[in-house]
């Protein structure tokens, strides 16, 4: 398999490095880190959309107006999935399967470009974006994004252990090598996924965590509008810390070898994907 390292999303929260950890400005960059997997028998894999076509020439109601401007989203064709999988050299209708960390606006925005595609999602992850019970979830949960989506297939808390998670990892018409590991807290359906890439394991944490030195050291560290960003969109705080300690064991072991990255930390991105410079700052 050879995995491709997609921004899908640019964010510009005022606070600067409150945020990101690097910005000099008043405003931080933070982006959106998907993957597009290319497979010897399942054709191309998207995992998470970031936002989509339709976000930009409908940004309302497919976006709710609290988070387009809290989070200053850069609403540019450039960052869409379906520009990147063209830039590529692909033709949207290559992408047969999306893996969906959960469903959050950040995240979803592109699943109907892909309207051939399988996408695949927690059970559970589901089951709370169609109640969107609260304030945070109707504004995090977005039905316009997804409900055009055709091919749905959903996974409960089953499967092997894989570094000590639970896994789902019999993906339908999907190779043994990506798998669904639950990570709750964030969201009540939140999930990484790991993809066993030749010079070994990724795992997307998505929003486990916000940013990177949550991982590298022993104890957490965060800049504080991170912080406070994480512990507004967590429905169990507790559970989320949980989780993210788990992860931050597990990127200490070195004899384990698995990269961990989250969905929002342009450093990361930008050693994953060789990128010269940061996003937003090139």
């Not at 609403?75 to 399967?97: K, M």
């Not at 030749?198 to 022993?218: I, K, S, V």
Request: glycine content about 10%.
């Amino acid at each position: 398999m050879r995995v491709h390292h997609l921004n899908c999303g640019c964010m510009c929260p005022v606070g600067g490095a409150l945020f990101d950890g690097f910005s000099r400005g008043v405003r931080g960059t933070l982006i959106c880190h998907c993957l597009l997997v290319e497979t010897e028998s399942s054709g191309l894999v998207l995992v998470d959309t970031g936002f989509g076509t339709g976000d930009i020439e409908q940004t309302y109601p497919r976006l709710s107006p609290l988070f387009v401007h809290l989070n200053q989203i850069q609403l540019e064709r450039r960052y869409t999935a379906l520009e990147q999988v063209r830039q590529l050299g692909f033709s949207p209708s290559d992408v047969r399967h999306i893996v969906l960390t959960h469903l959050d606006f950040d995240h979803a925005g592109g699943l109907e470009d892909f309207p051939d595609a399988t996408v695949h999602v927690m059970v559970d992850e589901m089951e709370a974006a169609r109640r969107r019970h609260g304030f945070i979830a109707r504004n995090r949960y977005r039905p316009q994004q997804w409900d055009g989506v055709k091919h749905w297939r959903f996974y409960g808390h089953k499967g092997v252990r894989w570094f000590g998670f639970d896994a789902v990892r019999d993906l339908d018409g999907l190779p043994p090598e990506i798998l669904l590991v639950p990570l709750p807290g964030h969201t009540w359906g939140h999930a990484g996924v790991a993809v066993g890439a030749p010079e070994g394991w990724l795992l997307d944490a998505a929003d486990t965590y916000f940013f990177r030195h949550e991982m590298d050291r022993p104890t957490r560290h965060a800049p504080l509008g991170a912080r406070g960003y994480q512990r507004m969109m967590a429905v169990d705080f507790d559970l989320h810390l949980h989780n993210q300690a788990r992860l931050r064991d597990l990127s200490m072991d070195e004899a384990a070898g698995v990269r961990i990255f989250c969905s929002h930390d342009a450093v990361e991105f930008a050693a994953l994907s060789g990128l010269q410079g940061l996003p937003g700052q090139v």
